[in-house]
Every structure is written in structure tokens, then in C-alpha cells.
């Protein structure tokens, strides 16, 4: 119940393309769900966080819809360029941001030029 | 931006030594962590420290480790007896109310 699964687990797309990365959980007193993007040997770096109680949150290129009753969250990478090659993970807290965050599994996200 | 300074950025040491791996968090948050990610994997939560005792531990996180924060700036992950296994990078991270940051990691091969 504390696991949270991530798909796909690899994913090339094109420049300028939508990428689009899926997470899944099954705990409902998760409250809190970021998404972090790591580069190789640096840390994850916060993208960007949903609560629950909203179902879509933007930054710039970069959007997270949430469906609740599904127990489904989702980043979409809108007009994905090369830059964005990276490892994406979801993750999923309760108490928000001020307890353990349980990780999905990671995508590698190749954005081909 | 503020960030988590962690060091040394690669250690390697012999099976059987100790090792302190050292981090200094964010200053005015409160929660600290300790991660792990085994090469090609996931992160995974290894303690978790709040109001300077441990709010949480994983079953990774067994006799061989300790936390400390030692001077009210620094954040100690000690490792007593170094296994192969426990040859990963290691993150700390640090949160306020809001967010949760990650230091660029210790890589801590075991030989």
C-alpha cells in the first residue's frame, strides 16, 4: 500500500513533442505528490507538487493532472526539448512535504532534436 | 535559490570501515532526511529527523546506521561497518511546511 507505480519506464520523444509520464497509488492518506527530475549523479530536483485537492497544476511547460477517485497523477512536458532528457519520479507523502516521500520507480525521458 | 550542501561527493572505503557521510540543510527548515538510490533505481527513504531525534526509520536503516546533527547546522549519516551493499548514492534532503530539497548526493562505494 505504500508503493506508488510509475510508467512508462522509458520514453523517447521527439523535440517539441508531449511527453507524458503516469503514476499510480493505492494509500489514500497521501496528501502530497511532486515530481522531481534528476540528471546523472546529481540529486532530484524539485519540478513541481499537488494536493489533492485540485486536479491540474501548471508551471511553465510543465503540468500535473490529478484524478482522485482513480488514485492516478500525471506530468505532462508540453513542447519537450533535448534539455529535458532526464529521469522524472513521482512521489507521494502524507503530511504533506514534512514526511518520508515514498518514489516511483523513475522514466528516462529522451527528447530526441 | 537556497540549496543542500551535502560532502564529500564521492567516497570510497574499505568493507568493514566506518563512514560519515555529512550534510548541511537548509537553515530555516526544520524535517530532515536521509535517501538512498542503489545504481539505475529508486530512491528510496532511509530516516527521516525532526526536533533532533528520529521521526522514522526505514528497515534499511538498521544498527549499522546512525543520525546526528551535531552543531544545529549539520546533518551526520554514519555507516559503522561498511558492507558491499551498501555501496549507493546517498541524498539528504531537507523541508519546510511547503517543499522538500535534495542535496547532489554522496557516491559511497564500498570495496
Known amino acids: 500500500q505504500q508503493q506508488v507505480k510509475q510508467s512508462p519506464q522509458s520514453l523517447i520523444v521527439q523535440k517539441g513533442g508531449i511527453s507524458i509520464i503516469n503514476c499510480a497509488y493505492e494509500?489514500?492518506?497521501?496528501?502530497?505528490f511532486p515530481w522531481y527530475q534528476q540528471f546523472p549523479g546529481k540529486g532530484p530536483a524539485l519540478l513541481i507538487a499537488?494536493?489533492?485537492?485540485?486536479s491540474e497544476k501548471k508551471e511553465g511547460r510543465f503540468t500535473i493532472s490529478f484524478n482522485k477517485s482513480a488514485k492516478q497523477f500525471s506530468l505532462h512536458i508540453m513542447d519537450s526539448q533535448p534539455g529535458d532528457s532526464a529521469t522524472y519520479f513521482c512521489a507521494a507523502s502524507m503530511d504533506g512535504a514534512t514526511n518520508k516521500l515514498i518514489f516511483g520507480t523513475g522514466t528516462l525521458l529522451a527528447v530526441q532534436p | 535559490e537556497p540549496e543542500v550542501t551535502q560532502t564529500p561527493s564521492h567516497q570510497v572505503t574499505q568493507m568493514g570501515q566506518e563512514v560519515i557521510l555529512r550534510c548541511v540543510p537548509i537553515?530555516?527548515?526544520?524535517?530532515f532526511y536521509w535517501y538512498r538510490q542503489i545504481l539505475g533505481q529508486k530512491v528510496e527513504f532511509l530516516v527521516s529527523f525532526y526536533n533532533n531525534e528520529i521521526s522514522e526509520k526505514s528497515e534499511i536503516f538498521d544498527d549499522q546506521f546512525s543520525v546526528e546533527r551535531p552543531d544545529g547546522s549539520n546533518f551526520t549519516l554514519k555507516i559503522r561497518s561498511t558492507k558491499l551493499e551498501d555501496s549507493a548514492m546517498y541524498f539528504c534532503a531537507s523541508s519546510g511546511e511547503v517543499k522538500a530539497f535534495f542535496g547532489q548526493g554522496t557516491r559511497l562505494t564500498v570495496v
Open positions: 537553515s530555516n527548515h526544520l524535517y
Open positions: 499537488i494536493r489533492p485537492d485540485v
Open positions: 494509500n489514500t492518506a497521501f496528501d502530497y
